[in-house]
């Protein structure tokens, strides 16, 4: 199982980021999945889940900002970052469990500059 991450970026405070997850081995359709995000000095903080049946879920520092969806197509899981703050600053990394074990991606850094 491989999950990788892109889409991150320098933006300027109240912009946006469209980050990507593309996943092998596994069908995101199928897994709950979920978007984790590390500020630096700072323990890695849940950002969003969307489950296999489609609900979806917000940490509270996001909810109303942040859009996560997939593309079972592209096997692909997305997270729409608007109005970002300099707190947002972080790496962003998807997650899933499969078969007990808990899978990471390599992450992909966000900056938001004020």
């Known amino acids: 199982v491989q999950l990788q991450a892109s889409g991150g970026g320098l933006v300027q405070a109240g912009g946006s980021l469209r980050l990507s997850c593309r996943c092998s081995?596994?069908?995101?359709?199928?897994?709950?999945m979920r978007w984790y995000r590390q500020a630096p000095g700072k323990q890695r903080e849940w950002v969003a889940l969307?489950?296999?049946?489609?609900?979806?879920s917000y940490g509270d520092s996001v909810k109303g900002r942040v859009t996560i969806s997939r593309d079972n197509v592209e096997n692909t899981v997305y997270l729409q970052l608007n109005s970002l703050k300099p707190e947002d600053t972080g790496v962003y990394y998807c997650n899933t469990i499969n078969k007990l074990k808990n899978i990471w991606g390599q992450g992909t850094l966000v900056t938001v500059s004020s």
């Open positions: 969307i489950r296999s049946g489609g609900a979806t």
């Open positions: 081995g596994i069908t995101v359709s199928g897994n709950d």
